[in-house]
């Protein structure tokens, strides 16, 4: 009976019905809270919901249970790159190859770690041996684009984005990353206008070409229309990407000048990343600066019951707002 319970769950996550199989699983969990192939597919779920903070909590259980695997660490990996805690996630990516993953994702992913990490040498070495593990994958040849996009040779990630479009012209990342680059070697002015254009002859469900656009209109100085961009980027983004677009759409409202519009964004945000330092500066110091104490005491409340390790800094902050 629990094995097919498992597979019946395993089956609404194929679906993509995740918010079922998570109501499965929980409910396999019940009678078998140490079954750590469940967990791992519920933190899986939780991901995939875009839920990284509970992924990690349930990856917890799941390796207590079971121990560490390649599946449970690129998991792993997946979420505390979610939460920007790319050096953390590095080593879980590591510890997946280690294990045994031959896939080409975590090292794809830990290319992306080692770029925000500005180590590029290493970000490239990753990046050409998931390439080499599977030549075919778009996600190989997007970061090494990437790779050399950071080090501003624009020409060589047009090739790379290029070949990635080529593997897979369905990838929506892979081209609007590839238009980013012929973007960047236009005058500024011309910018948002091929961008305009290319959402208008079949992009406009592309939410990475809406990102672009934002970045594009930033760039121009009109953050007002940045945080527009973001915004219909979010309303088409999968649940995996939205936490990104509503982020990036709090911080340009924030440069806007729209600080409430900004606050209730990025609370919302807060409350789904706790661990995420930058946002939660950003956010505390927004609500100061509004004179919003109420609200953002409310917020650290509500915070402290998802805070983790953060818990410190959540009780930091109430403290001050006690002594005025």
Not at 72 to 97: I, K, P, Q, T
Not at 260 to 284: N, S, W
Request: glycine share 8%; hydrophobic share 40%; charged share 30%.
């Amino acid at each position: 009976m629990p094995d097919n319970a498992l597979e019946r769950a395993l089956g609404l996550k194929r679906d993509g019905r995740f918010d079922e199989a998570v109501i499965a699983l929980e409910s396999l969990l019940v009678s078998e809270p140490r079954n750590g192939q469940a967990l791992a597919h519920l933190a899986h779920c939780q991901l995939r919901r875009g839920r990284p903070e509970q992924a990690l909590q349930e990856l917890d259980r799941a390796e207590a249970a079971a121990g560490t695997t390649a599946f449970s660490a690129r998991l792993r990996g997946d979420a505390l790159y979610r939460l920007g805690g790319h050096r953390e996630a590095a080593r879980a990516y590591e510890d997946a190859l280690a294990l045994g993953d031959r896939g080409s994702w975590p090292l794809v992913q830990l290319a992306r770690c080692r770029i925000r990490l500005r180590d590029l040498p290493g970000a490239r070495d990753a990046g050409n041996r998931a390439v080499e593990r599977d030549p075919e994958s778009a996600s190989g040849w997007t970061v090494l684009g990437e790779v050399a996009a950071a080090e501003d040779d624009l020409v060589q990630a047009e090739a790379m984005y290029a070949r990635a479009h080529e593997c897979d012209p369905k990838d929506r990342y892979a081209y609007a990353r590839l238009v980013r680059a012929r973007l960047l070697q236009l005058p500024p002015e011309a910018r948002a206008r091929e961008v305009k254009v290319l959402l208008k002859s079949g992009g406009r469900d592309n939410s990475h070409l809406l990102g672009v656009l934002a970045q594009v209109q930033r760039e121009l100085g009109d953050e007002t229309a940045a945080a527009e961009a973001w915004r219909r980027s979010g309303d088409r983004a999968a649940a995996g990407d939205l936490f990104f677009a509503r982020k990036q759409e709090g911080y340009a409202r924030r440069r806007a000048g729209d600080l409430e519009g900004a606050a209730h964004l990025l609370r919302d945000c807060l409350l789904q990343a706790p661990q995420d330092i930058i946002l939660f500066k950003t956010y505390v110091g927004l609500e100061r600066q509004r004179g919003a104490t109420d609200e953002l005491k409310q917020t650290l409340q509500e915070l402290l019951t998802v805070a983790g390790q953060r818990r410190g800094a959540v009780y930091a902050e109430l403290r001050r707002l006690e002594r005025g």
